[in-house]
């Protein structure tokens, strides 16, 4: 058994801070695909493109499309057209005593017979008893860091006899195809598409690598002991966003997976491995386990209520109690696969013929990231936790029309201390309650 236990935040962050694996350019496979998919590689599988005008932010699975079974041999078949069609593979698999999202260069390389044990403060990579390949929760990293990465060049600037010539960066955007997304992430993926790839982010370098990510999403039947996505109505099933959905399906002697088809592209590809039609018993036996999995998530949160519970606790004392243990490491944010801030940071060479400037994540939890002329607005840890759990879970609703959680338990995970924020809100909603009872005596 592997063990990673958190201990103190640099040794977590320097480590596991998500970006920390970016995928290395590797060759491409020359293996076959069908040739139906391959007609699609100028289509935008799954949502419509941030940003494109009159259209649908989500898709629905795609009508008359029965569920079909293969069995777990077939993944090689659908990695091998995706690697053939021109996709950059990105899926879960382990390495660093985590499982960790990195190009997959082949199915082989998806953590079969890995999971996790989970709790505030701690991962544990475990062996499983059997051979599933998605039988764990969600890493230490989210999908993200390919679609909003943590550093990303905005410009460059040169020198010339008439002042300087500035020019915006021009690289093509990497065709990915996510391979494994849980609907969590799902989620998160598509409230990204809100604040970074629509409106007047539409033609952002964002909405580019979106527009052309085709993702297979992976329902749930085995949540962690730190995830509540079902109360905040981002899972365990997938409902909408994907090309294509998997059910993984494993018993004694058998290893199979039911799949969805959740657009055209993803009905290509399909048609790219060995399936038969899924019998009613087999689609009732997944239906069944991705409802066990709802019903075995320990954690909760009252989203209907979260709004206005934030609203009226910017003066709760609960704020103080989080605060005495919060370290403001920021992990939480970097960890969450929703939060988005960003900063820039300009650099020259030495000859001061050339300059940059790069885009990089940032934290509300840094003390520098509220600085104006005279220093910080939020100078203390209560105040800059108070403005990510109150925009997170309350202003956002404001901004964006909904939660910024999902639920995927990664901010519980990765906080070297343990702060559980589904506990804090538990807190700031009892004494509240107790409040509103003193002043009604």
């Not at 391959?38 to 949502?47: I, T």
């Not at 593979?89 to 382990?94: E, L, N, Q, R, S």
């Not at 609203?311 to 944010?333: E, I, P």
Request: hydrophobic share 35%; net charge negative.
């Amino acid at each position: 058994m592997q063990t990673l236990v958190i201990s103190v935040p640099g040794t977590m962050t320097r480590i596991y801070r998500p970006g920390r694996f970016s995928p290395a350019a590797r060759g491409r496979s020359s293996l076959a695909s069908s040739q139906r998919f391959r007609q699609h590689e100028g289509y935008r599988p799954g949502a419509t493109p941030p940003g494109k005008e009159g259209a649908s932010t989500v898709h629905e699975p795609t009508p008359g499309s029965g569920a079909l079974l293969m069995e777990a041999s077939a993944l090689g078949a659908l990695h091998a057209a995706l690697r053939a069609a021109g996709y950059r593979v990105i899926g879960p698999t382990v390495r660093d005593g985590a499982i960790v999202l990195d190009e997959l260069e082949s199915a082989g390389d998806l953590p079969f017979g890995w999971g996790v044990e989970l709790k505030p403060g701690g991962y544990r990579l475990r062996q499983r008893a059997d051979g599933a390949a998605f039988g764990h929760s969600a890493g230490p990293q989210s999908w993200k860091q390919f679609l909003h990465p943590p550093r990303e060049k905005v410009w460059s600037a040169r020198r010339t006899d008439d002042g300087f010539e500035a020019a915006a960066d021009t690289e093509p955007a990497p065709r990915f195809a996510f391979f494994g997304v849980r609907p969590c992430d799902l989620r998160a993926i598509e409230i990204q598409d809100q604040v970074l790839g629509r409106g007047t982010h539409a033609g952002s370098p964002y909405a580019k690598r979106r527009g052309g990510a085709f993702i297979i999403a992976v329902n749930c039947t085995e949540p962690g002991e730190t995830c509540f996505c079902a109360s905040m109505g981002s899972g365990p099933q997938a409902e909408a966003g994907y090309d294509l959905a998997l059910t993984e399906l494993v018993s004694e002697g058998s290893h199979s997976f039911l799949a969805e088809v959740g657009s055209p592209a993803g009905a290509d590809l399909l048609a790219s491995a060995p399936t038969r039609p899924a019998d009613a018993a087999t689609a009732g036996q997944a239906r069944s386990a991705v409802s066990a999995a709802a019903s075995q998530m320990t954690r909760s949160m009252p989203a209907d209520i979260l709004h206005d519970l934030m609203a009226g606790a910017t003066a709760a004392a609960r704020w103080d109690d989080v605060a005495s243990r919060c370290l403001s490491c920021g992990n939480c944010t970097m960890a969450c696969p929703t939060c988005f801030c960003t900063t820039v940071e300009d650099v020259t060479d030495l000859t001061g013929e050339h300059a940059e400037r790069w885009q990089l994540w940032d934290s509300c939890f840094d003390l520098d990231f509220s600085y104006l002329h005279g220093g910080p607005v939020r100078s203390s840890p209560r105040s800059r936790y108070r403005q990510w759990l109150t925009h997170k879970l309350g202003t956002w609703h404001d901004q964006f029309g909904s939660s910024g959680c999902v639920g995927c338990g990664r901010c519980i995970v990765w906080c070297p201390v343990g702060i559980d924020l589904t506990e804090e809100v538990a807190a700031l909603q009892a004494e509240a309650a107790a409040g509103e009872g003193s002043d009604a005596q």
